[in-house]
């Protein structure tokens, strides 16, 4: 079983197209996050929820949207793509436990967006 | 934010023990050190973490010492299969206020036969 699965992997599309990645996590974690990667493997956080709320967000343009249906699930939209937006996204969840060890994030296996 | 500085790469041999340094001056009470490895085509994944000393498990160990400013991600006996970019976040215990979310751009290791 993948702990955190996200799909497609491979994602090529043209500029001005609106694209979904969706994120699910069959670890119970309380909270689910994106993270883009860039060619220079730099990985910054984008969006964070927690129990579907909306907990961070970064300075993101507005063209991505996350929405969380339910704890278990982060997926990510993205309106009028950019060639800028081409990169990996990577989700991940994360826990933590009260007086326990932390395990830190697991990571999903990312999407890489190509823009043409 | 606790912001950490690692080399951007590193070469060793099959072999050898590999110390990769991570720099957190900043770092606060209440956080810890985590390192991530990360392979081609996949998503980081959890190595080693502590708070300060020494932490030892099957795959690597980390020093800490005590004034907690930096950390070292010791890996013995390298094969050509740790060749990966190596993360070390510095990171709070409390949920919801994890204080360094941004990976920066981890230490490419590469591993020569």
């Known amino acids: 079983d993948t702990a955190v699965s996200q799909t497609p992997k491979y994602l090529v599309t043209q500029m001005g197209n609106d694209k979904s990645i969706k994120c699910e996590q069959n670890?119970?974690?309380?909270?689910m996050y994106w993270y883009k990667q860039d060619s220079k493997k730099f990985l910054k956080i984008m969006f964070s929820y927690n129990n579907k709320e909306l907990i961070i967000n970064e300075t993101v343009p507005n063209r991505f949207s996350p929405k969380s249906p339910d704890k278990a699930h982060l997926n990510l939209h993205i309106n009028s793509l950019e060639l800028g937006d081409s990169a990996v996204y990577f989700c991940a969840s994360r826990t933590w436990l009260q007086g326990g060890r932390d395990y830190g994030y697991t990571f999903g296996s990312g999407t890489r967006l190509t823009v043409v | 934010l606790a912001k950490t500085t690692q080399p951007i790469s590193m070469d060793s041999y099959e072999g050898q023990e590999v110390n990769i340094t991570c720099s957190h001056n900043?770092?606060?009470?209440?956080?810890?050190i985590t390192w991530y490895q990360q392979f081609p085509s996949q998503g980081p994944r959890f190595i080693i973490q502590?708070?300060?000393t020494k932490v030892t498990n099957e795959v690597a160990s980390l020093f800490i010492p005590a004034d907690r400013k930096s950390s070292t991600l010791s890996l013995p006996r390298v094969s050509l299969s740790d060749t990966a970019v190596y993360y070390c976040?510095?990171?709070?215990?409390?949920?919801?206020?994890?204080?360094?979310?941004?990976f920066g751009s981890g230490t490419q290791l590469t591993v020569l036969p």
């Open positions: 900043n770092i606060a009470t209440n956080d810890y």
């Open positions: 502590g708070y300060k």
């Open positions: 976040l510095v990171d709070s215990i409390s949920s919801g206020s994890a204080r360094q979310l941004t």
């Open positions: 670890l119970g974690h309380d909270t």
